[in-house]
């Protein structure tokens, strides 16, 4: 009896399996850039899972931040980059704080990000959408404009009431401007938008 | 001392209470600020999840100009101060990518100065016990969890502040400021920053869990250096509680409002009339607190000095009352008329005394411990005596 539903798991277990495809050369050489830019090195990962159950997002992620560097060991690049976790993550640090092996997590999903972002995998459009948001408003103004952001977020999120509550409320405490604040060098943010990116494209 | 301020895109809008009470307590702590020239966004989290050049630029711009005043800067957005460090950290360790930044922001930065947080400021900067010295009204009886969150004290490589685990500066400012800080689970951990809106089922669990914490830990609010933490916190608890459908009710407040009302600031000059969850009605509750205990304690001091009062006639060891009751029958024996006249003033009742302690022993005894220990009551048993005598020789007559 129990050596059959053993079998029974065994067999629901081998068609979850998958079959590992060694990386192409070029996706080779991009993940050693993210290890690159991310300054760690993933190999030292050996799966504890301190990292997993320190996560304070854990909870909503697809991929807990010990699989996605499993899956990178792996060489199933796609996958983690597809993956919802790398948008979840808030960068709180705890991960790379607490792994005994000296891997820093965060600093990896933050060049996983990236990397999903450049390629156009937005598995998160909100968060993705929020940033765009947010940078928008610095590269205009040369500081964020926080009804700017929200109508934009709200706009390109297709949720248009959403916070629509807390503006009175924040504009009746003074925290909210009702004219974005120009700054005298905001030609030169303009320039350090541009700058980063023709520079970044060099590489 | 003097230092470049920055204040950062919050502290102009979401944070305006952390802007006006990082001022008061600079000037509260004899501290001149300077606010950096037409300062831009550090970019924050969506610079560095974008694109890290451009996280790294936008943070320099600032650091250069402040550079050029030779000033260390203070970031009191724990946000801006992580990505500030993050700047330096690079600057210093990475040429290649100094010179890249350096391009970038079109200006020479050699990140010769430093930035340093609200905390590192009051613990490092001022020190505990010259705040303590400006603290005139304590909050005495405050139950507050103090909450660092993640970004001042990690990763440790840039900050290399206090403990990335279990911090205690802002436990420490909190204890100096008569309050008494809860021991707590929740201290570092990470109220969710942006997710609250761009995620809010996510962020809004994240809220709750260190609301309910701080709450079962037996905290009645919640101190923070963090004008995100604030945010979620506050702003955002109505909508955390929502979503858990359980009321908490827990005002919170900045590290920087709390020192400047310790030092006797009223609350609404600090903005704490500006929180969304109501925070003035705790403070004015800690403040009758603190009244009822300076009373209580005066009225204990009160008793105290009443006690010592009454007991600055101490009685005398028995041994030495036997030795002065001695000496005193000795007088009573040798002079019996002088002893008799010390304790009556008429001359005729003072010679009839004076005849009772020749015949009477006993007599003679409570007469001189009664002289030791209480002169008054022996000049009424003298009388009584002479009252009783005269008594008694009337009967005898008759």
């Known amino acids: 009896m129990i050596l059959k539903s053993n079998l029974g ?35 030292l990962c050996y799966q504890c899972g301190k990292c997993s159950a320190g996560c304070p997002a854990g909870f909503a992620m697809d991929y807990k931040p010990r699989e996605i560097i499993r899956l990178l060991q792996l060489d199933m690049l796609d996958k983690a980059l597809n993956a919802e976790s790398i948008w979840i993550c808030a960068t709180c640090e705890t991960c790379s704080a607490r792994c005994p092996r000296g891997v820093d997590i965060a600093s990896l999903m933050d060049a996983l990000r990236r990397e999903a972002l450049k390629q156009g995998r937005i598995t998160d459009k909100k968060v993705a959408n929020f940033n765009k948001a947010f940078l928008g408003t610095v590269k205009r103004f040369g500081r964020t404009y926080e009804p700017g952001i929200l109508l934009y977020h709200n706009a390109t999120t297709m949720q248009p009431f959403k916070d629509a509550g807390l503006g009175l409320p924040m504009m009746k405490r003074g925290k909210m401007e009702i004219f974005p604040g120009k700054i005298k060098g905001k030609d030169e943010v303009k320039q350090i938008f541009i700058r980063a990116s023709e520079l970044g494209g060099e590489e | 001392m003097k230092l470049a301020y ?87 360790e990475d040429a290649v ?168 600031v009223s609350p609404n000059e600090v ?25 209580e304690a005066e009225k204990a001091k009160a008793e105290e000095a009443a006690k010592a009062e009454k007991g600055a006639k101490p009685e005398l060891p028995p041994e030495e009352l036997e030795k002065k009751v001695a000496a005193m029958v000795k007088g009573f024996e040798k002079n019996p008329d002088k002893m008799a006249s010390r304790l009556i003033e008429d001359e005729e009742r003072a010679a009839i005394l004076a005849e009772i302690i020749v015949e009477d022993a006993k007599k003679v005894t409570k007469l001189a411990e009664l002289m030791i220990t209480d002169k008054e009551k022996a000049a009424k048993a003298a009388d009584a005596y002479v009252t009783g005598e005269l008594r008694k020789r009337e009967k005898a007559n008759q």
């Open chain 2, 6 to 92: 920055y204040p950062g895109c919050s502290l102009g809008g979401t944070a305006i209470e952390y802007h006006l009470s990082t001022k008061k307590t600079a000037e509260i702590l004899g501290i001149e600020l300077e606010e950096i020239d037409d300062w831009n966004c550090c970019g924050a989290t969506s610079a560095h999840n974008t694109d890290k050049l451009l996280s790294l630029a936008l943070p320099a711009r600032n650091l250069a100009i402040a550079e050029q005043t030779g000033l260390d800067v203070l970031a009191p957005c724990a946000a801006c101060y992580n990505r500030f460090r993050a700047t330096e950290h690079t600057v210093r």
């Open chain 2, 97 to 264: 990518m100094k010179e890249r930044i350096e391009k970038v922001i079109n200006m020479p930065y050699e990140a010769t100065n430093k930035t340093i947080s609200a905390l590192e400021w009051l613990v490092e900067g001022i020190g505990l016990d010259k705040i303590k010295e400006k603290v005139t009204s304590p909050l005495a009886g405050m139950k507050v969890a103090s909450y660092y969150g993640c970004l001042l004290v990690r990763p440790s490589a840039y900050t290399g502040f206090d403990d990335v685990e279990n911090p205690q500066s802002m436990d420490d400012i909190m204890t100096a400021l008569g309050a008494t800080a809860v021991d707590w689970a929740f201290k570092s951990e990470c109220c969710g920053a942006a997710l609250a809106t761009s995620r809010p089922d996510i962020g809004s669990k994240m809220v709750f869990n260190i609301l309910k914490n701080a709450q079962e830990a037996g905290a009645d609010c919640i101190v923070t250096a963090c004008p995100l933490c604030m945010m979620n916190l506050d702003m955002r608890q109505a909508s955390a509680e929502k979503a858990a459908n359980e009321k908490i009710d827990m005002p919170i407040y900045y590290v920087t409002e709390l020192l400047a009302i310790a030092a006797g």
């Open chain 1, 9 to 43: 798991k065994g067999e629901k277990a081998l068609e979850k399996a998958t079959t590992l495809i060694p990386l192409s050369k070029s996706d080779k050489v991009l993940l050693s850039k993210i290890e690159q830019e991310a300054g760690t090195d993933i190999n």
């Open chain 2, 271 to 295: 903005g704490v009339n500006k929180h969304f969850v109501e925070a003035n009605k705790y403070l004015d509750a800690v403040a009758a607190e603190r009244a009822r205990l300076e009373l």
